[in-house]
């Protein structure tokens, strides 16, 4: 038994040195210098790792930066090294698409554009890509390791881990 504890006592305090190094103070007055307007972001418990999309007051662009743990590409930007200060990721602003939602998993981010298209990044993903559906998705939201989608037409889809049987 003590073996055991001692186990679960080393675990531990990787974890929370992880997170220590992970959780950088970010001034959200890093964003208002560059005369940017929030407009959402997406963060969670069990993720790493977080997102900020925000628009430039003057060419009313949006822009996604990202910050955290990127170890299985969590932060779409093929490098698989984590960031401890925001950097920006044009994927979207590339492809023309505009961002409704994002939502953090543990090792993985789902993305909701404005015309109803999922978009992920993270273990089964090199960089961002789409995830074909085949018609328009409403709202999106993740776990610690599944997610959920809710199709225009009040259809729910889910997939990931079922291990507790949140699917």
Known sequence: VTEIVDEIIKYIGA????????????????F???NEKILFMSYGIAAHHQFIVTQDAITRKDHLYCVGRNDHNQLGDYSKRDRN???????????????AQIHCARDFTLFLSESGKIYESGVRAISIRPIHIGSKIIDICCGYEHALAIHEYGWVMSWGDNLYGQL
């Not at 974890?15 to 890093?30: G, M, V």
């Not at 200060?85 to 961002?99: A, D, G, H, R």
């Open 15 to 30: 974890l929370n040195a992880t997170f220590r190094a992970l959780s950088t103070p970010i001034t959200l007055d890093t």
């Open 32 to 34: 208002k210098y560059r």
């Open 85 to 99: 200060q925001w950097s920006e990721n044009k994927f979207f602003q590339n492809n023309s698409v505009e961002l």
